[in-house]
């Protein structure tokens, strides 16, 4: 069981490209997230599905766009990478919106050049 | 007061030392805790969820201080491998939502 998988692991990017960080899951779970982490800031969350068909903006939504067209898959998209963008993301998943048992991904590593 | 703070260390213990965390959070109304572990470069895992006074998983002991607003990790018998980040997470009621808090982590060093 591949749990979740995210893709690219790393990536280098020249600012004003666009990007999809992919995620699928295989445990039918609910809820998805995509977080990023950065050093003294912690986990921040970008934006989030509750369910399949709809998404919601987390605490750092902007620039980022997300959507979530069947349980497995939840694309995250930078329409126009800026270098503060630079940064680990991490998508998650979760059995139900209410519980704080998330399942992450292995990240994605992305620098903005 | 920030909503969930957690001493950054890092704490340098000998293999076999007990060692404790803590984390102290704002929201009173919170019910439930969460600690996960993660390795440097890695995703968090979950490691153990708290929702009474206290839950216990082989040598690792979640425990909650409601009146004090803290919880707490408490690792037993350290070994090696227990090096890592460990992160407190509290759930709050974010309108119809609820939103996770995560704190910034303990960063735990176990020397042979």
């Known amino acids: 069981i591949a749990g979740i998988t995210q893709a690219p692991t790393s990536q280098i990017l020249a600012a004003g490209r666009r990007m999809t960080l992919r995620c699928t899951q295989d445990?039918?779970?609910?809820?998805m997230y995509w977080y990023r982490q950065d050093l003294g800031l912690g986990l921040r969350l970008i934006h989030y599905?509750?369910?399949?068909?709809?998404?919601g903006k987390g605490e750092v939504p902007d620039g980022y766009s997300v959507s979530r067209a069947n349980t497995d898959d939840f694309p995250l998209t930078l329409a126009s990478a800026v270098p503060s963008q630079t940064s680990v993301y991490f998508c998650?998943?979760?059995?139900?919106?209410?519980?704080?048992?998330?399942?992450f991904g292995e990240g994605s590593r992305l620098t903005v050049l | 007061r920030k909503e969930v703070e957690q001493d950054p260390g890092p704490f340098n213990v000998p293999e076999g030392a007990t060692v404790a965390f803590n984390c102290t959070y704002s929201?009173?109304?919170?019910?439930?805790f969460f600690w996960y572990r993660q390795d440097c470069r890695k995703e968090p895992k979950l490691l153990m969820s708290?929702?009474?006074?206290?839950n216990e998983d082989g040598r690792f002991t979640a425990q909650l201080n409601r009146a004090s607003q803290y919880i707490s990790l408490l690792i037993r018998d350290s070994k090696l491998s227990d090096s890592a980040t460990y992160l407190c997470?509290?759930?709050?009621?974010?309108?119809?939502?609820?939103?996770?808090?995560w704190g910034l982590g303990t960063s735990l060093a176990v020397n042979p």
């Open positions: 998650a998943s979760s059995e139900r919106p209410t519980t704080g048992e998330l399942f």
């Open positions: 445990m039918r779970h609910n809820a």
């Open positions: 599905s509750n369910t399949a068909g709809t998404t």
């Open positions: 929201n009173s109304a919170s019910q439930s």
């Open positions: 708290v929702y009474s006074s206290s």
């Open positions: 997470v509290v759930p709050q009621r974010a309108g119809n939502n609820r939103k996770l808090i």
